[in-house]
């Protein structure tokens, strides 16, 4: 009498049975590619730890936007890292600040392209944290007013995305109440509402500049142990007007993206972070992995747990592996 038992195995022979009832699909349209953009001319400087991400003077950049928008990747994030700091970080709402620039040249350029504003303050301050500093803490009802300042800059420079990233308390408030009032009460706010003080940031704040002077950001950032607090968090930046969800980093909290994509309705964004893509870009240097396979199936990790979209700096990579 022969066993009986489902076999599973009848839908993955061939590799058009297991594309057909492939559950997951990682698209181009879900991804969004970080810039990092410099003060001077000529430049385009690998950043030694992000192997394949380059900091971009101006004139440089054009040539790089253009080969995003031709691989179809449908949006950028822009970070800017301007020559002179100071202690309110002025340059990060000038009118004439670096990033305020790249989007009106972007947008220019590919009316089409989603540009995406990170809104943060720790590139542009001299103490490098995301606020205002004063006896070596971080103050956050003044931080709120330099950062809405700055979101209403960067809608006024094209921005189509206001995307803030300080975890100041009440920061979504703020810069809705400041893009209304200035008259873009048409532009969403893309929240980084769950970013935690993650050791995955290095290479990062080696690209941005933007390593704090003294201290940590554990004051504003959460703890990666804590899984509950990031519903408080979510909760309150969907009350206070956010269009999008973020979570921040995506690899080692999985759980984090499917929780808060179970408990709210809006899209949730994934940031596969800088010490993710340094660690397998060096493995993969090494002969240790499989760079393409590796990398493909990590994202569609991210999308499997919940994330709509994927910011991610081998966007370019896998733009070009999808089209294959």
């Known amino acids: 009498m022969a066993l009986s038992f489902d076999r599973h195995r009848r839908l993955r022979q061939t590799a058009a049975i297991r594309a057909m009832v492939r559950e997951t699909h990682l698209r181009v349209e879900d991804l969004i590619y970080p810039l990092f953009v410099v003060e001077g001319s000529g430049i385009k400087r690998e950043v030694p730890s992000m192997p394949g991400v380059y900091h971009l003077s101006l004139d440089r950049l054009s040539e790089e936007v253009d080969d995003i928008a031709k691989l179809g990747i449908p949006a950028v994030m822009v970070f800017g890292v301007p020559n002179e700091k100071d202690e309110v970080g002025s340059q990060a709402y000038c009118e004439t600040g670096i990033v305020q620039r790249a989007i009106r040249q972007i947008k220019a350029e590919h009316k089409g392209l989603v540009v995406i504003a990170d809104t943060c303050l720790c590139e542009y301050t001299s103490h490098g944290h995301c606020g205002v500093v004063e006896n070596e803490r971080v103050l956050n009802d003044p931080s709120l007013e330099l950062l809405t300042k700055t979101a209403v800059s960067q809608a006024q420079a094209g921005a189509d995305i206001i995307a803030p990233s300080n975890m100041m308390d009440g920061f979504v408030a703020a810069i ?55 519903f408080r968090e979510a909760e309150s930046d969907v009350k206070e007007g956010a269009d999008f969800l973020m979570v921040k980093p995506a690899l080692a909290y999985m759980d984090i993206i499917r929780d808060v994509k179970n408990r709210f309705p809006l899209p949730l964004v994934a940031y596969n972070v800088s010490g993710e893509y340094a660690m397998v870009k060096a493995a993969a240097q090494n002969g240790w992995i499989d760079e393409k396979p590796v990398v493909m199936e990590m994202l569609t990790g991210m999308k499997r747990a919940g994330a709509d979209l994927i910011i991610t700096y081998f966007a370019k990579d896998v733009a070009r592996w999808l089209a294959e």
């Open 176 to 230: 809705r109440r400041g893009l209304d009032e200035a008259g873009f009460e048409y532009v969403p706010i893309m929240s980084y509402a769950i970013k935690y003080a993650s050791a995955f940031y290095g290479p990062f704040r080696d690209a941005a500049d933007s390593a704090p002077q003294f201290g940590d950001r554990k004051t504003y950032q959460m703890d990666p142990a804590n899984r509950l607090e990031a």
